[in-house]
């Protein structure tokens, strides 16, 4: 059964100024060491950065909570099978979360172009 949906959507261009302006401290900030290294791997850094904070925007919408005090943006990495498929890890009070509401089973898609990335995540029990 599913017991949450999840869309967000963020401009590319806006990410980049986000990187230009803030780089190193953004990074740190929003994203997991391993998230970084995979963006920083790609030819346009800023659309998957992009993309996988619309991930994690998504996500807590799905789970109706929204960023608390409590919750850390590392507590949820987006990381991609051999096929690359995207996938979360999630820990900590986010895991908690998931788990309180019966989210067994966790779906994502991502998208992006040059000027938008998208994020659509489905829970289910």
Known sequence: MIIGIGNDIFE??????E???DGESLKRQLFTPRE??????KRYPERHF???FAAKEALLKAL???LTTEMSW???EIQNKQ???PFFMLSG???ETANRLGANKLFLSLSHTEEWASANVILES
């Open 12 to 17: 590319v261009t806006r990410m980049k100024r």
């Open 19 to 21: 990187l230009e302006r």
């Open 36 to 41: 970084i290294v995979y963006c920083e791997s």
């Open 50 to 52: 992009a993309a996988r």
């Open 64 to 66: 109706s909570t929204g």
């Open 74 to 76: 590392h507590e949820v």
């Open 83 to 85: 096929n690359g498929q």
């Open 93 to 95: 009070k986010i895991l």
